[in-house]
């Protein structure tokens, strides 16, 4: 079996976004490409020989065919071992787990997360690190950097390797260590939760609906609620993992999420909904015709955390993104612990979770996690929700008003504006920069602007700089507006404008988001010129 030295021409358009490499399948399969980036990947680790590295994805197209690259230039590049999921498959808090677990090198992950999938859909890459988190910007940064100037790259000219069965097989001096996709992530689920409580919730005739939408949490839904969890089988629905993900777009929120929504707004709903998405780090949590807010979930989640066996001793901070609500910052001042607002992205928290700094944290856009892995994770939020209700035994609707009772309610709702003309989405942003001189002061109605600011963060653990992160308008009372560009999309641009209002009247907790936040939203579109700019007046997706 020899190696290949193919020569090659760089790619200039292969800079990392928040997660990894996105584009669409196509771009991915233009020659050289995938491998280009690969082999940058591998120039810029230089990890020792014989290391190890595991490798899998969420199933999308072009999965399979990626993996069998990937693997012949691992050979080719000297790694000893790589750990696959069988057929390919790993979530990403999977991955991560098996990164930790085994003390390997590294991971590569391919997914493109929530993004739609199929052969003109989109298609994913990342490196994570030793901790089982995603590559620090300095390392993205570097990869980038060599993907310019690449000419050459390594691979082995050999057979496709079976991935379908448990086992090991020898690729050129290598080892390809086919493992058990689910095994080492439920077991590890089940040392963090009160299984036996979950299991007498559930044998109760508590109901539950699990939405896998066809992406790669089906196989996990259904080890863990079912199989270890006593779960009826009908529970987990669309649980099969499929290429184009049934022709459907792998994201959990009140959109795409429409069949378990129905479900949960229909007649006889089930006590409890959830969702996850393309790659399993997401989640959407749902009562009884009751929609939980990622942010209010992450609140509820760290003021509940004793009640989970392994945050029986308490947690030792929290974080959030930037553009995610301060409902947790009013937790974290109750239970007398840090809070950090980070920029969005997970590798932020990585660095405080290696440090100690937290152990809960969160994203708005659906993903919550702790310090167990390095990758948010979809299952690990469902289960702490399981665990809480079979404690308290009371309805998700109850559970979260009684939480805004105690702390106040963080009115909350982002605005997704998907494919815009990217020069008119970047056009909105320099006008909201340019006029941060001339809005502090100004009244809009009972509201008025006291600062605006493009958010920035100093890493305090490595003292790495982020700028230019979300523009932030912030009011007098405390609300806020915060407008991003998205970084996990592979076409045009996606504009999410985030907002959200402060109410500790208890009496006005039942009012609709959009209702309560009607003067902000027609803020937002004055001050953003947005209609005029974009040609779009109305959001793709509210959240």
């Given at each position: 079996m020899t190696v290949q030295v193919v020569a090659s021409q760089p790619y200039q358009d292969q800079k990392p976004g928040t997660s990894g490499l996105r584009k669409r399948v196509p771009a991915f399969q233009q020659v050289h490409y995938l491998?280009?980036?690969?082999?940058?990947?591998?120039?810029t680790i230089q990890a020792a020989p014989g290391a190890t590295l595991v490798l899998g994805g969420d199933g999308r197209y072009y999965n399979r065919q990626a993996i069998q690259i990937i693997l012949k230039m691992a050979a080719a590049n000297g790694f000893g071992r790589v750990l696959v999921g069988q057929g390919g498959i790993l979530s990403t808090p999977a991955a991560s787990c098996v990164i930790r677990k085994y003390k390997t090198f590294g991971g590569i992950i391919l997914s493109a997360s929530h993004n739609p999938g199929g052969?003109?859909?989109?298609?994913?890459?990342?490196?994570?690190?030793?901790?089982?988190?995603?590559?620090t910007e300095t390392v993205t940064e570097a990869i980038y950097a060599r993907s310019k100037v690449i000419n050459e790259y390594r691979i082995v000219d050999a057979a496709d390797v079976a991935l379908d069965v448990i086992g090991e097989s020898q690729l050129g001096n290598m080892v390809v260590q086919v493992i058990d996709a689910v095994a080492d992530y439920a077991e590890l689920m089940e040392s963090l939760f009160d299984f036996p409580a979950i299991r007498s919730l559930l044998a109760s005739g508590?109901?539950?609906?699990?939405?896998?939408?066809?992406?790669?949490?089906?196989?996990?839904?259904?080890?863990?609620?079912v199989?270890?969890?006593?779960?009826?089988?009908?529970?987990?629905?669309?649980?099969?993992?499929?290429?184009?993900?049934?022709?459907?777009?792998?994201?959990?929120?009140?959109?795409?999420?429409?069949?378990?929504?129905?479900?949960?707004?229909?007649?006889?709903?089930?006590?409890?909904?959830?969702?996850?998405?393309?790659?399993?780090?997401?989640?959407?949590?749902?009562?009884?015709?009751?929609?939980?807010?990622?942010s209010d979930s992450l609140a509820l989640m760290a003021a509940n955390a004793r009640l989970i066996p392994a945050y029986a001793a308490g947690i030792a901070g929290v974080a959030r993104s930037m553009p995610t609500s301060a409902a947790v910052d009013r937790v974290a001042e109750e239970l007398g612990i840090p809070c950090y607002e980070t920029p969005t992205g997970w590798k932020f928290f990585g660095n405080l979770m290696d440090a100690g700094k937290v152990t809960l944290c969160g994203e708005e856009s659906f993903g919550t996690g702790s310090d167990h892995v390095r990758e948010k994770d979809g299952l690990w939020a469902v289960l702490f929700w399981l665990n809480i209700l079979a404690i308290k035994r009371q309805p998700v609707a109850t559970l979260v008003k009684r939480h805004w009772r105690q702390f106040g309610r963080n009115v909350y709702s982002?605005?997704?504006?998907?494919?815009?003309?990217?020069?008119?989405?970047?056009?909105?942003?320099?006008?909201?920069?340019?006029?941060?001189?001339?809005?502090?002061?100004?009244?809009?109605?009972?509201?008025?602007?006291?600062?605006?600011?493009?958010?920035?963060?100093?890493?305090?653990?490595?003292?790495?700089?982020?700028?230019?992160?979300?523009?932030?308008?912030?009011?007098?009372?405390?609300?806020?507006?915060v407008f991003r560009l998205s970084g996990t999309g592979t076409e045009g641009a996606t504009l999410r404008i985030y907002l959200e209002a402060y109410e500790p009247d208890s009496t006005k907790h039942d009012l609709d988001a959009q209702d309560a936040l009607w003067d902000m939203i027609k803020i937002a579109l004055t001050i953003s010129e947005l209609a005029t700019r974009t040609g779009r007046d109305t959001p793709t997706v509210i959240t």
């Amino acid at each position: 079996m020899t190696v290949q030295v193919v020569a090659s021409q760089p790619y200039q358009d292969q800079k990392p976004g928040t997660s990894g490499l996105r584009k669409r399948v196509p771009a991915f399969q233009q020659v050289h490409y995938l491998q280009n980036f690969v082999q940058s990947i591998f120039d810029t680790i230089q990890a020792a020989p014989g290391a190890t590295l595991v490798l899998g994805g969420d199933g999308r197209y072009y999965n399979r065919q990626a993996i069998q690259i990937i693997l012949k230039m691992a050979a080719a590049n000297g790694f000893g071992r790589v750990l696959v999921g069988q057929g390919g498959i790993l979530s990403t808090p999977a991955a991560s787990c098996v990164i930790r677990k085994y003390k390997t090198f590294g991971g590569i992950i391919l997914s493109a997360s929530h993004n739609p999938g199929g052969p003109d859909g989109d298609f994913g890459i990342k490196y994570n690190m030793e901790n089982g988190g995603p590559a620090t910007e300095t390392v993205t940064e570097a990869i980038y950097a060599r993907s310019k100037v690449i000419n050459e790259y390594r691979i082995v000219d050999a057979a496709d390797v079976a991935l379908d069965v448990i086992g090991e097989s020898q690729l050129g001096n290598m080892v390809v260590q086919v493992i058990d996709a689910v095994a080492d992530y439920a077991e590890l689920m089940e040392s963090l939760f009160d299984f036996p409580a979950i299991r007498s919730l559930l044998a109760s005739g508590f109901r539950l609906k699990f939405d896998a939408m066809h992406a790669v949490t089906g196989p996990y839904a259904r080890e863990i609620l079912v199989k270890r969890l006593g779960a009826s089988a009908d529970s987990v629905m669309n649980a099969v993992p499929l290429e184009d993900f049934g022709q459907g777009h792998p994201d959990p929120n009140l959109t795409y999420a429409h069949e378990l929504v129905e479900i949960m707004y229909g007649e006889n709903a089930p006590e409890f909904g959830a969702a996850s998405d393309g790659d399993g780090d997401r989640n959407m949590i749902l009562g009884d015709h009751f929609f939980v807010t990622p942010s209010d979930s992450l609140a509820l989640m760290a003021a509940n955390a004793r009640l989970i066996p392994a945050y029986a001793a308490g947690i030792a901070g929290v974080a959030r993104s930037m553009p995610t609500s301060a409902a947790v910052d009013r937790v974290a001042e109750e239970l007398g612990i840090p809070c950090y607002e980070t920029p969005t992205g997970w590798k932020f928290f990585g660095n405080l979770m290696d440090a100690g700094k937290v152990t809960l944290c969160g994203e708005e856009s659906f993903g919550t996690g702790s310090d167990h892995v390095r990758e948010k994770d979809g299952l690990w939020a469902v289960l702490f929700w399981l665990n809480i209700l079979a404690i308290k035994r009371q309805p998700v609707a109850t559970l979260v008003k009684r939480h805004w009772r105690q702390f106040g309610r963080n009115v909350y709702s982002r605005h997704d504006y998907e494919n815009l003309p990217t020069e008119a989405a970047q056009g909105v942003m320099t006008l909201l920069r340019d006029s941060f001189a001339s809005l502090p002061g100004k009244s809009f109605g009972r509201y008025t602007i006291a600062s605006c600011d493009d958010f920035s963060y100093t890493d305090p653990i490595d003292g790495s700089l982020s700028t230019k992160q979300g523009v932030r308008i912030l009011f007098e009372d405390g609300s806020r507006i915060v407008f991003r560009l998205s970084g996990t999309g592979t076409e045009g641009a996606t504009l999410r404008i985030y907002l959200e209002a402060y109410e500790p009247d208890s009496t006005k907790h039942d009012l609709d988001a959009q209702d309560a936040l009607w003067d902000m939203i027609k803020i937002a579109l004055t001050i953003s010129e947005l209609a005029t700019r974009t040609g779009r007046d109305t959001p793709t997706v509210i959240t």
